[in-house]
């Protein structure tokens, strides 16, 4: 059990436990001004540089978090939205062969994914980020420990998902690089 911190009880709950609707209000401005992750990691070499990506490893890490994320599992019209993403990922850039192949880095991955996805009128996909029965809130607050036994009162995050398909990819690329590097160090003992 964690010890109370009482200043910061007292500022950011209110009296009946619940969170203060101003430092809520604060968050949701910060999180409001920060830009999508391809814009605030500009500058990250990690984020910035490019490496040769499949094209149907951003759709697949894109249908893994889609069902990672939602309340359901499978989120409603995945295949639809899957086979929207793939398609339009041909219209953003050109892909190499027919293997489908690009260098890219991250930063134009995310940049991709909300260029076709984010706030375009893709009804099935903006349905993902609405909870289906009462108001989907500005800020949500979760927990391991919460019990939500109507999915229908959950939504996806869109912007996390997004940036799980990136972290996902970054994370492969550095295992890649650690399998090459091995593999280096082998033939060259």
């Known amino acids: 059990?964690?010890?109370?911190?009482?200043?910061?009880?007292?500022?950011?709950l209110t009296s009946d436990g619940l969170i203060n609707p101003v430092c809520l209000a604060e968050?949701?401005?910060?999180?409001?001004?920060?830009?999508?992750?391809?814009?605030?990691?500009?500058s990250d070499p990690e984020w910035?540089?490019?490496?040769?990506?499949?094209?149907?490893?951003?759709?697949?890490h894109f249908a893994m978090w889609?069902?990672?994320?939602?309340?359901?599992?499978?989120?409603?019209?995945?295949?639809?939205?899957?086979?929207?993403?793939?398609?339009?990922?041909?219209?953003?850039?050109?892909?190499?062969?027919?293997?489908k192949w690009k260098e890219c880095s991250l930063c134009d991955i995310s940049q991709w994914l909300?260029?076709?996805?984010?706030?375009?009128?893709?009804?099935?996909?903006?349905?993902w980020n609405r909870c289906k029965v009462g108001a989907t809130p500005e800020i949500a607050f979760t927990c391991l420990q919460d019990n939500k036994p109507n999915p229908d009162h959950d939504f996806i995050d869109l912007d996390a998902l997004f940036l799980c398909v990136?972290?996902?990819?970054?994370?492969?690329?550095?295992k890649y690089k650690l399998f090459d590097d091995k593999l280096e160090n082998k033939e060259t003992a």
């Open 166 to 174: 990136c972290v996902s990819i970054c994370d492969e690329r550095r």
């Open 114 to 127: 909300y260029d076709i996805l984010y706030e375009q009128g893709i009804t099935q996909f903006d349905a």
């Open 1 to 12: 059990m964690t010890p109370e911190i009482p200043v910061l009880k007292e500022a950011f």
């Open 27 to 42: 968050l949701g401005a910060a999180i409001g001004a920060m830009g999508k992750c391809h814009q605030r990691l500009s």
């Open 48 to 60: 910035s540089v490019r490496k040769w990506t499949f094209k149907h490893e951003i759709v697949g």
């Open 66 to 99: 889609a069902c990672r994320l939602s309340p359901y599992g499978v989120p409603d019209n995945l295949e639809d939205v899957c086979r929207y993403l793939n398609a339009a990922l041909d219209s953003v850039t050109e892909w190499e062969t027919s293997q």
